[in-house]
């Protein structure tokens, strides 16, 4: 049986992922400092981004030892490699959902201290939201073979309507989720701490904080929208993709406290991102007529995306802070 059919998840193994991921929340809210709201300094965001980096890697070693043991070497590197790639896909996709996070942290003025929290419940309710697609999703491809030609061809119409739109900032204030909110729930003018509701006068009234929640789990949600598909291209082993989403999206707080104050400096991975995708979209409608090895999907997203940051930064060293007029 070929490599790409075999689904590897066995019960303990799901199990084992679920109490990882517990745990890990577990920690982070309860003895990191979850609990408390503070300012996340650069140092403390970028430990965190190394550590899940590292735990990524170590989680794709485990892997190829386990499979290498049980289902023999091909299988061991075709499933460590799929893993890998829809690992650096979902990573990827998942900045550009950081661009959105700092508009909606700007556009409500949310103070950096109250941050933290509310970010911590975006990351449950996507996992939630993620858990459910994808399983939902598998379940249709594998009924429905001709729905990844249609994932496809999603993917290369949002790439290229990311490309046309990718210097138009969205308007908040003409949200239609927000506004159905604001004319739905009573809310305060003031923040009050990390609380979503208060209650004022024997009356409960929404905090902007819940605001930032709703528009938060709706972000995600449309992230999710656009990233399942895309992994789809790379294989639809139920285990691998929801895995691989799980550690991009724990490790989408750090990353976003790590670049959000120089979010300006890479204007150029939002083109580097569509191409990602009109480029997954595109590998997905050949599949009948093309097969691609995951190595060169590996090689071409990880080149594009890295090429789009350096250039970045490459076109923006001249708009560091101390060399910014007053």
Same mark, same amino acid.
């Given at each position: ?28 809210? =309860? ?26 890697? /170590? +989680? ?9 043991? &049980? +289902?023999?070497? @091909? ?14 896909? @979902? ?7 950081? +661009?959105? =996070? ?10 950096? @201290? ?29 009924? %429905? ?27 908040? @204030? ?32 929404? &905090?902007?904080? %819940? ?7 709706? /972000? ?14 790379? &294989? &639809? ?90």
């Amino acid at each position: 049986m070929p490599a790409t059919n075999i689904n590897i998840g066995e019960p303990w193994m799901w199990g084992a992922f679920i109490v990882f991921v517990l745990a890990m929340l577990a920690l982070d809210l =309860f003895v990191f400092g979850g609990r408390k709201a503070h300012r996340v300094s650069v140092r403390e965001a970028l430990a965190w981004v190394i550590a899940w980096c590292l735990l990524a890697l /170590s +989680f794709a070693a485990l892997l190829w030892w386990y499979l290498h043991g &049980t +289902f023999g070497g @091909e299988i061991a590197r075709q499933k460590t490699l799929e893993f890998l790639t829809g690992y650096l896909i @979902e990573q990827s996709l998942s900045i550009d959902n950081m +661009f959105i =996070f700092v508009m909606i942290f700007s556009y409500f003025a949310v103070p950096p @201290e109250l941050q933290r929290r509310v970010l911590l419940y975006g990351v449950l309710g996507a996992i939630v939201m993620r858990a459910v697609m994808i399983f939902a999703g598998v379940w249709l491809v594998s009924q %429905f073979e001709w729905l990844l030609y249609a994932f496809g061809v999603f993917l290369i119409i949002t790439g290229i309507k990311m490309l046309v739109f990718a210097d138009q900032q969205p308007d908040l @204030e003409k949200n239609p989720l927000l506004r159905w909110v604001r004319g739905h729930l009573r809310v305060t003018s003031g923040f009050h701490g990390e609380r979503f509701f208060v209650l004022q006068n024997g009356v409960r009234w929404a &905090t902007p904080m %819940f605001l930032v929640l709703v528009l938060i789990e709706a /972000s995600d949600l449309m992230f999710a929208v656009d990233s399942i598909p895309a992994i789809f291209a790379v &294989t &639809t082993d139920p285990f691998i993709v929801f895995t691989s989403n799980i550690f991009a999206i724990m490790g989408l707080r750090a990353l976003y406290f790590l670049l959000a104050d120089m979010a300006d400096r890479f204007h150029l991975l939002k083109y580097g991102l569509a191409i990602v995708l009109v480029f997954i979209g595109g590998k997905m409608t050949l599949m009948p007529w093309f097969h691609m090895p995951v190595e060169w999907s590996l090689a071409v997203v990880g080149g594009v995306i890295l090429g789009s940051v350096l250039l970045s930064l490459l076109l923006t060293r001249d708009k560091t802070p101390e060399n910014q007029s007053p």
